[in-house]
């Protein structure tokens, strides 16, 4: 079993969209939970992160960790054909090693 | 932005080459990752350093090789490029002990023809 799951996707919503992307994951000794955004031709750049579970909002954007599911997720309100881009979870184990990647899911937002 | 740099972007090569993909970053960065990406697939880890003089293969096998003689620097090389190595290649830093946020270079698009 893979340690980090996320559907691929792709998602294509209208612009102005909630938007849901969703990872689950296995090991319970992750404790930092991030979510990159990652545009064509480019590396991926931090977007948000989490530590243990609880929400975070920034701008039109809301992370989400529930760690007694073993579930984070991702909302953007309002989506702007700027979001589109692939969205890869992340989580840490806090002791230094490499994250853990999901494996993506890509959205496109239509005007 | 981070300053991390990749080169080259984009490389077309033969097979049985010999390859370096260059990494550099100037944030004075201990730790430096090399992923591989494929479409559709998670970013595997392939090379990781933890500082001067210190290399891990991480958890996808790879026939690549790294070195990292300057805290700035972290080169991977093929000795003998083959198609299967035709994927994106990401180079990341992360600061030290307590630091989670990972900088990622623009990466190479490596084709092995």
């Known amino acids: 079993q893979k340690e980090v799951e996320q559907d691929p996707g792709p998602l294509s919503v209208p612009e102005g969209a909630i938007v849901s992307l969703n990872c689950t994951y296995s090991n319970s000794a992750f404790q930092y939970f991030m979510w990159y955004r990652q545009y064509s031709r480019k590396g991926p750049e931090l977007l948000m992160y989490t530590y243990s579970s609880g929400n975070k909002e920034d701008g039109r954007f809301t992370a989400q960790v529930d760690k007694s599911s073993k579930y984070i997720s991702l909302f953007i309100r309002d989506s702007q054909p700027s979001d589109s881009a692939t969205y890869l979870c992340a989580m840490d184990k806090g002791s230094g090693y490499a994250l853990n990647f999901g494996k993506g899911t890509s959205l496109l937002v239509t005007p | 932005e981070a300053d991390i740099y990749q080169t080259p972007r984009y490389l077309v090569i033969g097979t049985g080459k010999k390859i370096t993909l260059e990494c550099s970053q100037t944030m004075g960065h201990d730790k430096m990752y090399w992923y591989q990406q494929d479409p559709g697939m998670e970013l595997h880890l392939i090379h990781y350093?933890?500082?001067?003089?210190?290399?891990e293969k991480g958890d996808l096998s790879s026939e690549s090789t790294v070195s990292r003689i300057r805290t700035e620097h972290f080169p991977l090389t093929l000795e003998s490029a083959r198609p299967s190595h035709t994927s994106q290649y990401l180079c990341a830093s992360r600061a030290g002990q307590g630091a989670f946020e990972a900088f990622f270079g623009q990466g190479t698009r490596l084709t092995v023809v």
């Open positions: 350093s933890y500082g001067v003089n210190s290399t």
